[in-house]
């Protein structure tokens, strides 16, 4: 063999063993890892996520029988978790964000905490009151609620809140995919409480969605998308990872079942899926993070429920 051939066979052999060698080599492809069967916290699904002092936050859960629990754990890596508490003050199921160096939870009442570990009411009563469904993000420098109902909220400490309109042009959504996006706030799909024609199967009384939605100010809203290539759903996640906005498993109740699917946008008008393999149970409610360059998905309901961690890094 020539010296160039020699030295192109190296070159090939060099790039094999690099890929090769990289920790877990699905990683190096854009695939899901599963980080771990089975975490230390109890299977569920519906608890909020916070990314707070370098580790996971998972709050609270729902199990079986329309149990809550009332726990917290956390987590530096995905696959080891430590119990914070087995006794949170706040609301159960309180929707968690990071503002302002500190961890909130918001939902009948209003919380917050510098460890995770001591907590402080900043309100005893919110002016919406107990809402399923909803989220809570940060955008323009305030906390926002939105996503349960046609109204949208925000503050600047937790404690006074500005309604800054009561009719949303999505109309009285709940369930829904929401997240900060290029500046703006997006809700995707959801459901509306009315049935279609003809009836879904699951819950016929209501009506899933596949719009997307958003808005820089909360108030004045922008339908960029009536029906997007994803099926009508509720009970999924919505994050920005990688510069694009991603949405994340769901239920269909058209079908009586659960989504595993993947899809992203540059900007909520064309979609793409992510198909690569492995890829996580179909599953809803599940809790979704962006961590450590990574996207995580954790637990949810695929009947049963589920105590698992995934993780995928793109290259």
Known sequence: MSTQGLCQW?????????????????????????????????????????????????????????????????????????????????????????????????????????????????????????????????????????????????????????????????????ASAVAVYKGKLWLNGGRTDQPSSPPEKHYPKITTHNDVWCSADGAHWTRVLEHAPWAPRQWFIAREYAGKLWIIGGFDNRNSRNFGDVWFTEDGVTWKEFVPKPGFSPRHEPTVYVFGNSLWVVAGNTWPLLNDVWRLTLP
Request: proline fraction near 3%; aromatic fraction near 12%; glycine fraction near 10%.
């Open 10 to 174: 190296a070159q090939v052999a060099a790039v094999f063993i690099a890929v090769a060698s990289q920790t877990p080599a699905q990683e190096s492809s854009g695939s899901w890892m599963r980080v771990t069967e089975h975490a230390a916290f109890s299977p569920r699904d519906t608890s909020e996520d916070a990314v707070f002092d370098g580790k996971l936050w998972l709050s609270n859960a729902y199990h079986n029988g329309n149990k809550l629990v009332r726990d917290l754990w956390s987590s530096k890596d995905g696959a080891t978790w430590t119990c914070v508490s087995t006794n949170t003050p706040y609301d159960g199921y309180s929707e968690l964000a990071v503002f302002n160096d500190k961890l909130w939870a918001v939902k009948g009442s209003v919380w917050n905490s510098p460890d995770g570990v001591n907590w402080t009411r900043v309100l005893e009563k919110t002016p919406f009151g107990v809402r399923g469904y909803g989220e809570l993000v940060v955008h323009d420098g305030k906390l926002w609620q939105l996503g349960s109902g046609a109204d949208v909220w925000n503050s600047t400490d937790g404690a006074q809140w500005n309604c800054v309109t009561n009719a949303a042009a999505y109309g009285r959504r709940a």
